[in-house]
């Protein structure tokens, strides 16, 4: 039996909570975060730039970017129906382009394959251009050790 997309975004929802409870990097960078989409490995989510995401040239912060690959790519995994989403082994990061302050984000995380032990995931950030189109900020790969 399948599980009902909405009882997997309400799980995905719990776990970054649970989550972002207990990890003051997450709480501060990513609260604003709308998680609006969750099935069986993929999650949506969108973001509004704000100061504390950006550089001192006041773009997207490269860190911030590395936080949500992270992130969101854990989130993916939990869509398993995992309460934990494991502990980064290899993390793999490309910077297509930039955003500035005040831009939306839309973030999409997708597991390739979770295991025993180890979950693969992928993320892209994009950036919602004035004529609607997305843009690719950043992309990346990312491995998690599960633990369970």
């Known amino acids: 039996m399948t599980t009902p997309p909405e009882d997997i975004l309400a799980h995905v929802q719990a776990v970054r909570t649970r989550i972002q409870n207990n990890s003051p990097i997450y709480a501060f960078l990513l609260d604003e975060a709308e998680i609006y989409e969750a099935s069986t490995g993929v999650i949506r989510a969108t973001l509004r730039v704000n100061k504390?995401?950006?550089?001192?040239?006041?773009?997207?912060?490269?860190?911030?970017?590395?936080?949500?690959?992270?992130?969101?790519?854990?989130?993916?995994?939990?869509?398993?129906?995992?309460?934990?989403?494991?502990?980064?082994?290899?993390?793999?990061?490309?910077?297509?382009?930039?955003?500035?302050e005040g831009e939306e984000l839309q973030i999409e995380g997708r597991t390739s394959r979770v295991g025993r032990t180890l979950g693969f995931t992928t993320v892209v950030i994009s950036k919602r251009k004035e004529n609607g189109e997305l843009a690719v900020v950043a992309q990346g790969s990312h491995t998690k050790y599960i633990a369970r």
């Open 52 to 100: 504390k995401q950006i550089n001192s040239k006041g773009t997207l912060h490269g860190t911030f970017s590395a936080c949500v690959l992270d992130w969101a790519g854990g989130l993916a995994i939990a869509t398993h129906g995992l309460q934990s989403t494991g502990l980064s082994t290899d993390m793999h990061i490309s910077y297509v382009s930039t955003a500035k």
